[in-house]
């Protein structure tokens, strides 16, 4: 009995090696494979007509940067609880997109087939640009000798001919986005590890600061992902590093999706869980089709005409108005108390429903994200600062 449940394991294991192997290094050798076009604004098909998003967060990242923007050694800028990889960086200060006001986009021409970005997390981090040099030992989970990249190219080569069955481009995009990536949906592929056998479930998360689009994708794939595949949401489980992943941050890096571009992470599962191996590695068709399923959803139920929904919305930051308001888990009255601030704390909100804001905030050493009522607090003029990038 215990050595069939230690055996099933490594028989899938030296199944998948086999399946996978094929794909990934034979993909290996021919780079041209993976984004065939680094440069979007070359593409023949432009996604978003001018003024190009590109253009314009290059000219706001510059110009505001040298005088306009405080320190970043602020009181609780300077103590960032780092995550692993950036021990001792000290968090660059983004500026509200607001300011520079990102262009509607335009509509662009129904002919053109959609276009979809399938990200193989951590795949050749190591050739991550100088803006990224800290992740390019991001080598992300594994699960013995198979690599979390390996899984997610394999993963993505399963998705990839379910989209174009349907008449969507696809590109393969490596660690590195092409600069201003710009698509119809972007998706980063991941897949999560523990030090322990017991954590397991799937889990999505959008950009901090979230266009309706990006959350509709969102909900589109996770609709179809648990039914699809079966296996559990990993509630509560969306980490600081997900909504902070580095491709989103087009504030700070070149080499980043455009603040158009609907996007969203999916840690699909983890490799360190045998009851996920059985789907990741046993059944990963019918993984990718889940996952095939929420995108080809979304694309169809969106209005391709709607600019306003690709836009990421802007809010100033936020001071409590009285000392000991309460920052809650859920936006309810009655939701978990988190947190009790007062005027001293910084609230950055990056989401607004029903009268409340969903923010991030810290106390001490925390970092803290929930929810505040609208009423109980009041805009200033600082700037945001959203944790450091990551690439979980
Ligand atoms: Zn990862």
Not at 16 to 34: F, G, K, R, S
Not at 200 to 222: F, I, Q, Y
Not at 285 to 297: E, S, V
Request: proline share 12%.
């Amino acid at each position: 009995m215990l050595l069939s449940a230690r055996l099933l394991p490594l028989l899938l294991l030296s199944l998948v090696l086999l399946a996978a192997c094929t794909p990934v290094y034979a993909l290996a050798p021919t780079p041209t494979a993976v984004v065939p076009d680094p440069s979007p604004v070359a593409r023949a098909a432009p996604i978003l007509a001018a003024p190009t998003p590109l253009q314009a967060v290059r000219s706001f990242e510059q110009a505001p940067t040298s005088t306009a923007v405080p320190s970043p050694v602020s009181p609780t800028a300077a103590d960032e609880p780092a995550p692993t990889e950036q021990a001792a960086e000290v968090p660059t200060i983004e500026v509200a997109p607001g300011a520079m006001g990102i262009p509607t986009p335009t509509p662009r021409d129904p002919a053109t087939p959609p276009r979809v970005g399938l990200q193989v997390g951590h795949l050749r981090s190591n050739e991550l640009p100088d803006e990224l040099a800290r992740l390019r030992t991001s080598t992300g989970a594994r699960w013995g000798r198979i690599t979390e990249a390996e899984l997610n190219l394999d993963i993505v080569n399963r998705i990839t001919p379910l989209l174009e069955a349907e008449g969507v481009v696809v590109d393969i995009i490596p660690a590195t986005v092409p600069p201003g990536y710009d698509a119809d949906a972007f998706l980063a592929i991941h897949a999560d590890g523990s030090t322990s056998a017991g954590p397991r479930g799937w889990k999505l998360a959008t950009p901090w600061r979230a266009s309706e689009a990006s959350k509709n994708l969102m909900a589109a794939v996770g609709a179809a992902y648990g039914p699809g595949t079966g296996m559990p949401e990993d509630v509560g489980g969306v980490t600081f590093n997900m909504k902070g992943y580095y491709a989103f941050s087009w504030r700070r890096y070149t080499h980043a999706i455009t603040s158009t571009t609907p996007a969203i992470i999916v840690e699909m599962g983890f490799m360190t869980n045998a009851a996920d191996r059985e789907i990741l590695f046993g059944q990963p068709d019918r993984l990718a089709k889940a996952i095939a399923t929420g995108i080809l959803d979304y694309l169809k139920a969106r209005d391709p005409n709607d600019g306003a929904a690709l836009l990421p919305p802007d809010y100033p930051v936020m001071r409590a108005l009285a000392e000991g308001t309460i920052i809650r888990a859920i936006p309810q009255n009655n939701g978990r108390i988190l947190a009790r601030v007062g005027p001293d704390a910084r609230i950055v909100p990056f989401d607004l429903q029903d009268g409340w804001y969903q923010v991030f905030t810290r106390v001490g050493d925390q970092r803290i994200v929930g929810w505040v009522r609208e009423d109980q607090v009041a805009p200033t003029d600082e700037q945001s600062v959203f944790p450091t990038p990551t690439n979980p």
